[in-house]
């Protein structure tokens, strides 16, 4: 079993005041930018960083957003039309100005296909960000995003922006790029990390786990209850899964761990996988395994055909609470008002979307880390 990290559980922490920021007095507030439900915002509070406010044009993760994260205020709006006066608002004087984000990153991942990304109305929405360092002038910055980025010249404006506003940052693209279970997160992904600071030189803190004690399926979904495909836990109603047709139920029950549709009887196999163009994609219809971090969470990892999202040993997908805590939130997030339906798509995309809340918290303890040897010079 992995080791366990007790700074870095993932349980709820209650809302800190900027002078409890790590063992620094300098305080300091945060504002989270394309914030979504709340991942990064999580993880930074965390880490006892506060954060004032959350931007996003999407209004579904308002409730998610203010519900979960005490004292952080969400505001619908497209970052186009955000200038830096009204970020600047946010923060109280003689405060550390963070800013941190993460634009979209559908134009630049690895599992866009089909179409040209510069088309997509999402691939301006990093200059945004740069413009809002510009005129809103934080001493602090983070960025979160897919490796991929980094090949596109919109990632390198990005960098000469920070670099003309007189910010020390990694110039080590390697270093940039974090392997999520080296954090403690049980999902086999890797993320573009960037942290910049006017203050002096800044780099993440050091990996808290190591090969031998990645956190595997195993450690964060065995004690769930069992469900079967379309049923709804009595008493946890966002642990539900979808259902399954007959076809897709016999295909899941011929599914090994770690397997493919490759392992099925050949009446099984789509047509479009039996095709030699569709001989390719074998990392879809397949369930997870036990003993390894999940594969990378999707908006759509409630289906069973989107990917190896199989459940290890239940005949059904995985439920939109076990898509929760693979992306690490903690067990008690809400992301739908009581009352309120439960639409899998809606869900699906702010769980998928989000930034790993350990990631969040790992992002904030650096930042801690820092603002302590900045207070000690």
Same mark, same amino acid.
């Given at each position: 079993?992995?080791?366990?990290?007790?700074?870095?559980?993932?349980?709820?922490?209650?809302h800190?005041?900027?002078?409890?920021?790590?063992?620094?007095?300098?305080?300091a507030?945060?504002?989270?930018?394309?914030?979504?439900?709340?991942?990064?915002?999580?993880?930074?509070?965390?880490?006892g960083?506060?954060?004032?406010?959350g931007?996003?044009?999407d209004?579904?993760?308002?409730?998610?957003?203010?519900?979960?994260?005490?004292?952080?205020?969400?505001?619908?709006?497209?970052?186009?039309?955000?200038d830096?006066?009204?970020?600047t608002?946010?923060?109280?004087?003689?405060?550390?100005?963070?800013?941190v984000?993460?634009?979209p990153?559908?134009?630049?991942?690895?599992?866009?296909?089909?179409?040209?990304?510069?088309?997509?109305?999402?691939?301006?929405?990093?200059?945004?960000?740069?413009?809002?360092v510009?005129?809103?002038?934080?001493?602090?910055?983070?960025?979160?995003?897919?490796?991929?980025?980094?090949r596109?010249?919109?990632?390198?404006?990005?960098?000469?922006?920070?670099?003309?506003?007189?910010?020390?940052?990694?110039?080590?693209?390697?270093?940039?790029?974090?392997y999520?279970?080296d954090?403690?997160i049980?999902?086999?992904? +890797?993320?573009l990390?960037?942290v910049? /600071?006017?203050? &002096?030189p800044? #780099?993440l803190?050091? $990996?808290t786990? !190591?090969?031998?004690?990645?956190?595997?399926?195993?450690?964060?979904?065995?004690?769930l209850?069992?469900?079967?495909?379309?049923?709804?836990?009595?008493?946890?109603?966002?642990?539900?899964?979808?259902?399954?047709?007959?076809?897709?139920?016999?295909?899941?029950r011929?599914s090994?761990?770690?397997?493919?549709?490759?392992d099925?009887?050949?009446?099984?196999?789509?047509?479009?996988?039996?095709? +030699?163009?569709?001989?390719?994609?074998? /990392?879809?219809? &397949?369930r997870? #395994?036990?003993?390894? $971090?999940?594969? !990378?969470?999707?908006?759509?990892?409630?289906?069973?055909?989107?990917?190896r999202f199989?459940?290890?040993?239940?005949?059904?997908?995985?439920?939109?609470?076990?898509?929760?805590?693979?992306?690490?939130?903690?067990?008690?997030?809400?992301?739908?008002?009581?009352?309120?339906?439960y639409?899998?798509?809606?869900?699906?995309?702010?769980?998928?979307?989000?930034?790993?809340?350990?990631?969040?918290?790992?992002?904030?303890?650096?930042?801690?880390?820092?603002?302590?040897?900045?207070?000690?010079?």
């Amino acid at each position: 079993m992995a080791k366990r990290d007790p700074g870095m559980d993932g349980s709820a922490s209650r809302h800190l005041s900027p002078r409890m920021v790590g063992a620094q007095n300098t305080p300091a507030t945060a504002v989270d930018i394309f914030c979504g439900a709340g991942g990064l915002t999580r993880g930074l509070l965390h880490a006892g960083i506060p954060v004032a406010a959350g931007y996003d044009i999407d209004d579904a993760c308002r409730y998610s957003y203010e519900h979960n994260n005490d004292g952080a205020q969400f505001i619908a709006r497209n970052v186009t039309n955000l200038d830096g006066k009204t970020l600047t608002a946010h923060y109280p004087k003689g405060h550390i100005r963070i800013l941190v984000g993460c634009a979209p990153c559908q134009p630049f991942s690895k599992y866009t296909q089909g179409f040209d990304a510069k088309s997509d109305g999402k691939w301006s929405l990093l200059a945004e960000f740069a413009r809002l360092v510009r005129d809103s002038k934080p001493e602090i910055v983070s960025m979160e995003n897919v490796p991929e980025l980094q090949r596109h010249a919109v990632f390198g404006d990005f960098l000469a922006t920070l670099d003309a506003e007189g910010f020390h940052f990694s110039k080590d693209s390697e270093k940039r790029v974090v392997y999520c279970p080296d954090y403690g997160i049980a999902q086999d992904r +890797k993320r573009l990390v960037l942290v910049a /600071s006017k203050l &002096g030189p800044i #780099e993440l803190i050091p $990996p808290t786990h !190591t090969p031998d004690s990645y956190r595997c399926v195993r450690d964060v979904l065995r004690n769930l209850p069992r469900l079967a495909a379309g049923e709804v836990c009595a008493s946890d109603p966002l642990h539900r899964s979808s259902h399954l047709s007959s076809l897709n139920l016999c295909r899941i029950r011929r599914s090994k761990p770690g397997g493919t549709w490759r392992d099925w009887p050949k009446e099984l196999v789509a047509g479009c996988h039996r095709a +030699k163009s569709g001989k390719t994609y074998p /990392s879809v219809y &397949g369930r997870m #395994e036990w003993d390894h $971090p999940s594969p !990378t969470i999707t908006t759509q990892f409630y289906g069973f055909g989107n990917g190896r999202f199989g459940h290890p040993e239940q005949d059904r997908a995985l439920s939109l609470r076990e898509g929760a805590i693979l992306q690490s939130f903690p067990k008690n997030y809400e992301f739908v008002q009581p009352g309120a339906k439960y639409h899998f798509k809606i869900i699906g995309r702010l769980i998928g979307n989000a930034v790993p809340v350990r990631l969040g918290e790992v992002v904030g303890r650096t930042i801690s880390r820092h603002l302590e040897e900045h207070d000690h010079e």
